[in-house]
């Protein structure tokens, strides 16, 4: 049974990516009580999965690495790993909230020695990879993973590789009799920081990502040119592991389209001009980067980077909505076509491999949310006094690249720290 002991004074931050670990730890800093819940077996979201930032193109490793040890060390920060939450009931600064977690079956004694693993057979898809590789169904998250600590699939429960990673573990951290829980804690204020998630590539049909190997988005090339990634960082086609030394990256894929996502993303353009510096990085002069774009949206300190990648000779921009994407059977080379405005010159060009720059939406939208709120025509939370201490936090509030996140979360604890100060003094 999970004891979770909360008053009106906690504050809960649901969401445990860099917008929700910045929540709660500026509020634990100043001494409130916080309740994190992520429904991931990890803490990070998807800014552990980058593989560099922009524009500075340093690695996110850092900044988590400092964010977890503040966490660690402070205890007045209560964590809840594969934890949902279900249901929110009353009011500002008396909410009761109710949380679902799922058994991972491995307890606190675990080392992350990794025995269980090499003792199981089954593997599934990896989500730290988007899929685009396979793990062991007894997995550690990923190297930085906190809890440091490895977790069973649900599909091996029940079978005899569970029974094997149970007989291999020898610190008694298998426990095969975990069962689902639900709690309930109160709380006096609420930050929501669930995150976002890519657009599904797949309903932009002219595009072929459902049809073309060689079509991939910009999540999943983040990961391809990643060391720790698939392929160890080697930037290789997935239809037939070639090199791809040619890369076409397709800008508003899916936003900005009334039959899609309204809105800018805000990263993606930034997203794909970093990402050309993987191509270079990887293959010097042979690294050819092509971006096809309406405008590129390039704001503040970021059109320094933008000119600095303007002027690689190995970089070339075309300003095209690309009309669609076809594949050439025999070398499985991706054919795009459109025409480019600069000219109106009609174009088929192939390239090794299409990366689409896809949107960003709320992972859980608006009408997911279990209590009543204002968003926005996206699903984004809105900051409005009608959601009374409920307060959207990072790319739940808005399309935001990490930094902006993390002033949005900042802004988001001081709310509810207002909110929780405000509680206390009424009981005095």
Request: proline share 5%.
């Amino acid at each position: 049974m999970t004891e979770v002991v909360a008053t009106n004074e906690t504050i809960l931050v649901v969401g445990g990516g860099i917008s929700g670990m910045t929540a709660a730890l500026e509020a634990a800093e100043t001494g409130k009580h916080v309740v994190l819940v992520e429904k991931n077996p990890a803490i990070g979201g998807r800014t552990s999965q980058l593989y560099r930032y922009f524009p500075k193109l340093c690695h996110p490793i850092c900044g988590l690495e400092i964010n977890l040890r503040r966490l660690k060390s402070n205890p007045r920060i209560r964590l809840l790993t594969m934890a949902e939450v279900t249901g929110i009931t009353g009011a500002r600064g008396d909410y009761t909230a109710t949380i679902r977690i799922t058994p991972r079956y491995v307890n606190a004694n675990c080392t992350a020695c990794g025995d269980c693993a090499k003792a199981v057979d089954a593997e599934i898809p990896n989500p730290f990879n988007y899929g685009l590789d396979r793990m062991k169904a007894a997995y550690l998250p990923n190297k930085m993973a906190y809890p440091m600590r490895y977790v069973l699939d649900k599909s091996i429960i029940g079978t005899p590789d569970a029974d094997k990673a149970k007989a291999a573990c020898k610190y008694d951290a298998i426990d095969l009799d975990m069962q689902e829980e639900t709690v309930q804690i109160k709380a006096g204020a609420v930050v929501w920081a669930t995150g976002w998630q890519p657009y599904d590539a797949s309903r932009i049909q002219p595009y072929g990502y459902d049809r073309f190997k060689n079509v991939i988005t910009s999540v999943e090339f983040e990961r391809l040119a990643d060391p720790h990634g698939p392929t160890g960082g080697k930037i290789l086609r997935p239809s037939d592991g070639r090199e791809a030394k040619n890369v076409a990256f397709i800008q508003c894929a899916g936003s900005r389209d009334e039959n899609h996502l309204r809105h800018c993303s805000r990263i993606c353009c930034m997203a794909s001009l970093k990402q050309t510096n993987y191509v270079q990085e990887r293959y010097g002069d042979e690294g050819k980067s092509t971006i096809y774009y309406i405008d590129i949206r390039a704001i503040d300190r970021f059109e320094d980077f933008y000119a600095k990648v303007q002027a690689n000779p190995n970089v070339s921009f075309i300003k095209s909505k690309v009309a669609k994407v076809t594949q050439d059977d025999a070398s499985g080379d991706v054919i795009l076509h459109g025409v480019n405005t600069e000219g109106y010159h009609r174009y088929a060009t192939p390239h090794d491999l299409c990366v689409l720059a896809v949107g960003m939406e709320p992972s859980v939208k608006g009408a997911n949310i279990p209590i009543e709120i204002l968003v926005d025509s996206s699903g984004f939370i809105e900051a409005d006094p009608a959601n009374g201490a409920f307060f959207g936090a990072g790319c739940a509030s808005n399309a935001l690249d990490v930094n902006r996140s993390v002033q949005s979360a900042t802004a988001a604890a001081l709310r509810a720290i207002q909110v929780v100060n405000r509680v206390a003094k009424a009981e005095v």
